[in-house]
Structure formats: structure tokens, C-alpha cells
């Protein structure tokens, strides 16, 4: 059983359909702070309320199902507001597959009123107004409620004790260390990427990896690797985005072709869904060990408390002009972001190669406590179980380091790091680093 704590979801009211009082439908998402407030973010009419509708299920479809072994599901997702964009995050209950749903101003009329970062509230009944929704209806959108009207004593208040889960924490640091490698692979239209999906097996989940491969302007499913084709396991994953594809504009895919992490964007006219599922399907994005690095490696605290103090709900962080603000090397704002991110507080996105700031609304003051292979590093490096044994000029050095009954072997250089050890034999490294290797990174930035 996987490790989770209680925590309480408290919402002023149940998010769902209702009437406003001009008489027109108001689709209203409740929301749910740390300190359970319920601040007001938005309220403003759809432009296109069924692809709205369309993506807020697709998005619903894929925190309430497991994809592998089943795990605490979390069902609210978390939405970040600022004035360029609504943008909602959410993972599967395996923590295989994450999903984000990114709503531009352009797609409402109406403004933003608040920034932040909270949880909102998808229940059933919300889920049923969503299909319901249709173009030619003129639908508001709200997210929160008036604060004036939740300080009266008569407020309904809805609360949700929930299991939640260290994996769906630890999900969310770990995926933005894999965001950043991806790179755009292929796109196709909508149409075709409807066929496409169609053709994949809907429960299948095969023993050796497929290939997706683009041939005359179209993309298909080989079983044979080969030049810029993209490694697929587990194609009942993506078959959540093949009802959005009958009203999108088209479909682009990417890839990190060291690590065999794909991801798949489904872009409207305005608007997009985004689909990111891990290179195995019995591997969730929580148990990796992506992040341990930058945790392992931590730019200096002095830095990454001037780099955090910009921090404004940015929905793209320029780290060229940041750098420049502040004096530092573009160097020192990329590890100091990466550290933050790998703690909650900023996310990637792929699409516009930016970190955008979003501060995950739980307490993640035990972040670093949720990575056991970090707390063994350091007991190995407590108990004097790593000794140096050569450094030629800071390019290369190389450690011992005690095992169970045995020494490691562990070289530390600019062309990647290895070891000695069953763990980095089986993965060399793609899936972090192991804790032989943490130690040893941890004993050279004692010593520097």
C-alpha cells in the first residue's frame, strides 16, 4: 500500500452547472486553498464551452483512472491563474501519465481575478455539465466564489477528507526535470491523428514497445525503431485525448528519445490539452528520480532566494531578461529554477520552453524527505562510508563508496556520471541517479 497522508479539502460550495441570475447557464468550479481559503480567480463567458468541455473530461478521465496498479487517486486538480491564462494539472492515480489543460485569455470574455495556485473541486455532478455543454449555449465560467459572500455564518461549506498521496507530490517535482528534454517530433492533422487513434488497441498493453513514425505526411504505428520514430508503451495511455481530436486543429508530438518520455498536444484554435505519459507503463513519473540531482545539487540558497523573489504568476518566466535583472549568470537562474521546480514552487512547459510560476497548494516543506534515495546518501555520508580517491582538476573524480557487503566504484565527471552498483547497471541513469552517486555528489560539494 502506498504511503499517503490525510488531508482535508474544504470548498464553499460543490462545483457544478447552475443558473446565474441573467438566466444563462454558469458552469462554477469550486476551490480549495492550504489554509482553506477560497479565493475568487475568474468569471467570464466561454467562447467555445464544448471544447471546454471537452478537455476539463479529458483531463477528469485521467486523475480518476489507473493506468497500472492501483493507487490513491487524487480527482481535484490544480489550477494556477494569472492574466494570460487558466491552466489546470492533474496525474493519473499511477502517477504514470500527467495531463495539463491550458485555457488563454482569449479563449473567455471576462477578466482575472486573482493569481495563485489552488485545488478545484471535480465532482460527478460537475462532470455531467460538462457534457452537457454546447456552442451555440452562452455559458459563463467561474472559478471560487465572492469572498464577501463565504464570510456569512449561513455558508454552505462542502469538505473532503482524502488520502493524499506522497506519489501524486512527488509526481509533480518530478515531471518538470523530464519536461524540459522534450523535443517536437511530428504533428499531423486532426483528422488524420483521429484515424491514427482509432487504429490503436484499446486495452493492449504489449510486452515490447511500438514505434510511431511519420511516412508521407501522415503518422502510423510500426514495431520496428527507427530514425526520428517515437517509443510508445502502453497505447491505451494516449487513447484518452481521441475525443478531443474530432474538434482540434491538429496534433503534435515529442519526445526524449535518451529516456523514451513522450508527449502528446492536442491544439485548438485556442487552447490546448497536454499529455505526457512515462517510458514504461508500470514506471510512475513519482518513483524516477529525475529531481534528485537539483536536490543533491542545489544552486546557492542566496540565489535561489533572489531568483524566487521575482516570482509573480508568470505564465512564462524569460530566464535571459531574469538573469539580466538580476545580475547573475543565465546559468545560475536555470539551476536555481530548477531546484524550485523540483520543490513545487515553478513548472515547465515544453510548448513555450519556459518555467511558469505556480506554488503547488499543499505543504512542501518535506519534499527532500519524500526521496528515500537522498536520505540514504546522506546517512552514508553521515557514517564516513565515502572516501575520495583521485580528482584530476575538478573534471573527474572518483569515490568509494560502501554498499551491502561490498565497495562502489563511483566516477564523477562532465561526460555523466556511474557506478558500480546493481542499480546503475540495470538503469545507467535513466532513472536518476543512485544513492552511491548522490553521496558522492554530496561529498564533492562539501569539500568545494
Not at 475568487?40 to 479529458?58: C, E, N, Q, T, W
Amino acid at each position: 500500500m502506498s504511503a499517503a497522508l490525510d488531508f482535508n479539502y474544504r470548498y464553499a460550495f460543490a462545483s457544478g452547472l447552475e443558473t446565474a441570475q441573467d438566466g444563462k447557464p454558469r458552469l462554477s468550479l469550486a476551490t480549495c486553498n492550504p489554509d482553506h481559503s477560497t479565493p475568487y480567480f475568474f468569471d467570464g463567458r466561454v467562447r467555445s464551452p464544448r471544447i471546454m468541455g471537452d478537455m476539463l473530461i479529458a483531463l477528469s478521465e485521467v486523475v480518476r483512472t489507473h493506468f497500472f496498479l492501483p493507487r490513491p487517486v487524487l480527482l481535484d486538480p490544480v489550477l494556477t491563474s494569472n492574466e494570460k491564462l487558466l491552466r489546470l494539472e492533474g496525474f493519473s492515480g499511477c502517477c504514470g501519465v500527467y495531463a495539463r489543460v491550458d485555457l488563454p485569455a482569449e479563449f473567455f470574455t471576462g477578466e482575472c481575478h486573482g493569481r495563485g495556485t489552488t485545488n478545484v473541486d471535480f465532482n460527478t455532478p460537475m462532470r455531467n455539465a460538462l457534457m452537457r455543454l454546447r456552442d451555440h449555449e452562452d455559458v459563463r465560467f467561474a472559478v471560487g466564489r465572492d469572498q464577501v459572500m463565504l464570510s456569512r455564518d449561513a455558508a454552505e461549506t462542502v469538505e473532503k477528507k482524502v488520502k493524499l498521496p506522497l506519489r501524486w507530490i512527488k509526481g509533480f517535482s518530478e515531471v518538470q526535470a523530464y519536461l524540459p528534454s522534450l523535443q517536437l517530433r511530428m504533428e499531423s492533422g486532426a483528422a488524420d491523428a483521429l484515424r491514427f487513434m482509432r487504429s490503436l488497441p484499446k486495452a493492449a498493453k504489449p510486452r515490447m514497445p511500438s514505434y510511431v513514425v511519420a511516412s508521407g505526411g501522415k503518422i502510423r504505428l510500426s514495431q520496428r525503431p527507427q530514425a526520428g520514430a517515437v517509443r510508445l508503451l502502453g497505447t491505451h495511455r494516449i487513447k484518452i485525448i481521441e475525443p478531443l481530436l474530432a474538434r482540434a486543429g491538429r496534433l503534435r508530438i515529442w519526445s526524449d528519445g535518451d529516456n523514451g518520455t513522450s508527449a502528446w498536444e492536442v491544439c485548438f484554435n485556442t487552447g490546448s490539452f497536454f499529455l505526457m505519459i512515462s517510458p514504461e507503463v508500470y514506471r510512475g513519473f513519482s518513483g524516477e528520480g529525475q529531481a534528485l540531482s537539483a536536490l543533491a545539487k542545489p544552486a546557492p540558497e542566496a540565489v535561489v532566494a533572489r531568483v524566487r523573489a521575482q516570482l509573480q504568476w508568470q505564465s512564462e518566466i524569460d530566464t535571459a531578461a531574469l538573469a539580466g535583472d538580476l545580475q547573475l549568470d543565465r546559468q545560475q537562474v536555470e539551476s536555481a529554477l530548477a531546484l524550485l521546480g523540483s520543490r513545487g514552487l515553478v513548472g515547465f512547459d515544453a510548448v513555450s520552453g519556459q518555467y511558469f510560476h505556480r506554488e503547488l497548494p499543499f505543504d512542501l516543506s518535506q519534499v527532500e524527505d519524500l526521496q528515500p534515495r537522498l536520505k540514504n546518501a546522506r546517512k552514508l555520508i553521515d557514517s564516513g562510508k565515502v572516501r575520495l580517491l583521485s580528482a584530476d582538476d575538478g573534471e573527474t573524480s572518483v569515490y568509494e563508496v560502501a554498499g551491502t557487503g561490498t565497495n562502489h566504484r563511483v566516477q564523477l565527471q562532465t561526460a555523466g556520471d556511474s557506478c558500480t552498483c546493481p542499480w546503475f547497471s540495470k538503469y545507467q541513469g535513466a532513472r536518476g541517479p543512485c544513492k552511491h552517486i548522490l553521496a558522492a555528489q554530496l561529498a564533492r560539494d562539501g569539500e568545494a
